[in-house]
């Protein structure tokens, strides 16, 4: 029950901060900003401190050490597999032209066009 009523508050101050911002309509930018950035860091902390929210933040911190793993190509292999896309991409092309024109005549001289 308690649960719920943190994911309840959390929505409150989410929503707050929101409101917050439009309201300060003709304010300066920076005051705007820290206030929908104040209401919206509150409403994380009482979400991450709900069941789902130490799941939701658990996978995220899992996400990003996973990605630190991740082995990006080096510049080479970038452009040699954006040249090898260029190369593919204008095959197909001539290809599909030619199977285009190819049914085009045949349509064409099925119905005694050409």
Known sequence: MTDKLKIVFSFLLFVAGIVGYY?????????????ILIGLGCAGIVFW????????????????IEAKRVVW????ETIQMT????ILVAVMAVFLA?????????????????
């Open 23 to 35: 309201l300060l309509g003709n304010e300066v930018l920076v005051l705007r900003i820290l206030v």
């Open 49 to 64: 401190k709900t069941a789902p929210g130490e799941k939701t933040f658990g996978f995220i911190n899992e996400s990003i």
């Open 98 to 114: 030619l199977v285009d024109i190819s049914f085009t005549y045949i349509i064409n001289w099925l119905l005694g066009r050409g």
């Open 83 to 86: 040249i090898t896309v260029f």
């Open 73 to 76: 190509p080096t510049r080479k």
